[in-house]
T-cell receptor, first 113, second 115 residues
């Protein structure tokens, strides 16, 4: 079975700073997808960014980018120029093999004004 | 597209009552997932449908839980009888996936409270 570990239960940064959320995973699969989902206080689960394991290039979506290290099984999320609206729970998720989507426990990110 | 639609958004019921949660996936998606989120256990996959057929229900906690997908645009998750430990947020997600690996889009969730 796959496991996803987010080692930072909570992080707090000042507005406009850059913040990196860490995520590691364990799998024996060679073909898989990785995701970061954002869950604001509204509880909606919003897709932030997605990475295919076969792609060497790190995915980027505006202020959000990932550092995907396949050999190290690491998938960190970098948020540049952080904004108050980025305050949310962030979940790292893995999809591959028979177990479907596996989520980490989440990191609560707080952006301070 | 309106995205994944779930109803109700909030449900408060008493122990022993039947609860039915509803989900309308994104049009054209062929896979549908039910998840449960609690503080203790995080996000857990309960059941997964592909082309309206249940593929993996190994995450369904017990026989009190059942899920159906009578057509491509509607699914239900039923709990009968409900218990206080069922209190959680239940998410429905859908995707267009030939082999289950594709981006899942989540609904807003249903917050269930069982008293």
């Amino acid at each position: 079975a796959q496991t996803v570990t987010q080692s930072q239960p909570e992080m707090s940064v000042q507005e406009a700073e850059t913040v990196t959320l860490s995520c590691t995973y364990d799998t024996s699969e060679s073909n898989y997808y990785l995701f970061w989902y954002k869950q604001p206080p509204s509880r909606q689960m919003i897709l932030v960014i997605r990475q295919e394991a076969y792609k060497q290039q790190n995915a980027t979506e505006n202020r959000f980018s990932v550092n995907f290290q396949k050999a190290a099984k690491s998938f960190s999320l970098k948020i540049s120029d952080s904004q108050l609206g980025d305050t949310a729970m962030y979940f790292c998720a893995f999809e591959g093999g028979a177990d479907g989507l596996t989520f980490g426990k989440g990191t609560h990110l707080i952006i301070q004004p | 597209d309106a995205g994944v639609i779930q109803s109700p958004r909030h449900e408060v019921t008493e122990m022993g009552q039947e609860v039915t949660l509803r989900c309308k996936p994104i049009s054209g998606h062929n896979s549908l997932f039910w998840y449960r989120q609690t503080m203790m256990r995080g996000l857990e996959l309960l059941i997964y449908f592909n082309n309206n057929v249940p593929i993996d229900d190994s995450g369904m906690p017990e026989d009190r839980f059942s899920a159906k997908m009578p057509n491509a645009s509607f699914s239900t998750l039923k709990i009968q009888p409900s218990e206080p430990r069922d209190s959680a947020v239940y998410f429905c997600a859908s995707s267009f996936a030939a082999d289950r690996m594709d981006t899942q889009y989540f609904g807003p969730g249903t917050r269930l409270t069982v008293l």
